[in-house]
């Protein structure tokens, strides 16, 4: 055992005999024999702590320096684990991939088919109130794109259908004095914005369906805004109403320091791959 | 016989009750299902941010005391025996672990050394994504990184300490009460200068 000797070089030449160690687990001594007389007090001794608690402040700090391939690394580690696992544990660690559900209200009611209402205002010649059914009734558009959320994690190739928020605006008639279009939700809290020219993107969507299926509460349904090249903030859940503005608003998390304009990659100071 | 004195029972309590906060306040902004039952996101992150700030607020308190400070050296300074008794846990020799113990054993220093640096990294990095107005939004995301990952790492070694500390009641009755059996002390700490 290389810690013996050095145990027995440190308390030098007087104490090169040991009686308690090394056998000691099979001699059944009981330990208060086994105490060392030539111990050192215990106040005495190498500074250790301080070191242990310097050292993991200076990998705290390593890991904030080296975080960005760190991460990406991790991301496409997890992100392939996370298709394979059927426990869904891998969604539980920090960006094991998968949604993470974000909702700044304190409750959200639940609007079924026959309750929900989309609502189309502002600056347009036609107002209009939207049910459910002729949401579905109108032509539908499936996108495919990675799914990129502000604080880091990412969902690849999430199909995405709806109908394209242009097609909206068009039925609506929108004002010449519109410059931009405010989005509101039926938790009551949240709200967003995207100038005219991005609403009317062809990849802007009022969803009604995620990864193939109808959209559940948890994810923002039964209808939710779906802003394929932007973070995911943009996307508003629980999406119920669309107003026409001559400027754009901030929304929620816009007020509390997010870009209005948040292009995947281009904005919020972050790097990422483009999602469109 | 004396273990604990009342002024590190109460840092032990306080940082024990907000810490508590933190991580509670912590899983309910990250665990998807307890996000989804409490929503009211802006006021977690309130209490979360909060909770994790005081965080250091016992210890500092503690400073005034002249035992938690003579336990504090006890727990930086490491001598031959601990040594001995990391190589006994790697050797899977619990009996010849219990020999080497002083007040504290080499594990509880440990324990004490990395919670320490690991909260004041939290600290560090749940600063940097609080205070965006102050610092790169860059490091936002790199701190981002280190702070989730961080969690989880504490959250198992905080599980791994009450684990140790439920199976072991005489330990909790000494931070409870101040005081343990001489018989506990002289088996589980014999090393310890009384």
């Not at chain 1, 923002?220 to 805004?225: A, C, S």
């Not at chain 2, 006890?74 to 031959?80: K, P, S, T």
């Amino acid at each position: 055992m290389t810690t013996e000797h050095g145990d027995a070089a440190e308390r030098g030449p007087a104490h090169g005999r040991d009686p308690a160690e090394g056998h000691a687990p099979a001699d059944g001594r009981s330990p208060a024999d086994s105490r060392d007389p030539a111990a050192q007090p215990e106040a005495d001794g190498t500074p250790v702590g301080r070191r242990l608690v310097l050292g993991t402040l200076a990998l705290g700090a390593l890991g904030v320096a080296a975080a960005p391939p760190l991460q990406r690394g991790l991301e496409r580690f997890l992100g392939a684990a996370s298709d394979k696992d059927p426990t869904g544990l891998t969604q539980l660690l920090p960006n094991g991939g998968g949604f993470r559900y974000y909702s700044v209200a304190a409750s959200v009611p639940r609007k079924s088919a026959t309750s929900y209402r989309l609502t189309v205002t502002g600056l347009v010649d036609r107002p209009a109130t939207y049910t459910l059914a002729q949401l579905r009734a109108r032509p539908q558009t499936r996108l495919v794109r990675d799914v990129q959320c502000v604080t880091g994690w990412r969902v690849p190739d999430t199909p995405f259908e709806g109908v394209r928020l242009s097609r909206i605006l068009d039925a609506a008639g929108v004002r010449p004095t519109a410059r931009a279009v405010r989005f509101t939700c039926f938790d009551g809290t949240y709200s967003e914005s995207l100038t005219l020219e991005q609403a009317r993107r062809s990849d802007v969507l009022v969803a009604l369906r995620m990864q193939d299926k109808d959209l559940n509460h948890a994810h923002g349904g039964p209808v939710r805004l779906y802003v394929a090249p932007m973070y995911f903030y943009k996307s508003a859940k629980w999406l119920s109403g669309i107003e026409l503005t001559d400027k754009v608003e901030p929304g929620y998390w816009e007020r509390r320091g997010y870009d209005v304009d948040a292009w995947v990659g281009r904005s919020n100071g972050r790097s990422d791959d483009p999602t469109a | 016989m004396r273990r604990f004195s009342r002024g590190e029972r109460w840092v032990h309590r306080g940082t024990a009750w907000l810490m508590i906060v933190c991580v509670v306040s912590a899983a309910c902004l990250y665990v998807p299902q307890l996000a989804e039952l409490v929503g009211r996101r802006a006021l977690v992150v309130d209490v979360h941010k909060w909770s994790g700030l005081l965080l250091p607020l016992p210890f500092l308190l503690g400073l005034a005391s002249r035992a938690f400070r003579a336990d504090l050296r006890l727990l930086n300074r490491y001598g031959a025996h601990d040594r001995r008794w990391l190589s006994a846990v790697r050797r899977r020799d619990p009996r010849a672990k219990t020999r080497w113990a002083g007040k504290f054993n080499a594990g509880q220093k440990v324990f004490a050394a990395w919670v320490g640096g690991a909260v004041l990294v939290m600290l560090g990095t749940g600063l940097v994504m609080w205070r965006t107005d102050l610092f790169p939004l860059l490091w936002r995301t790199s701190s981002t990184f280190v702070h989730d990952w961080l969690a989880l790492a504490l959250g198992l070694v905080l599980l791994g300490h009450i684990g140790l500390a439920l199976r072991d009641p005489e330990a909790r009755r000494g931070m409870r009460t101040g005081s343990v059996d001489p018989g506990w002390a002289e088996r589980e700490h014999p090393l310890w200068r009384r």
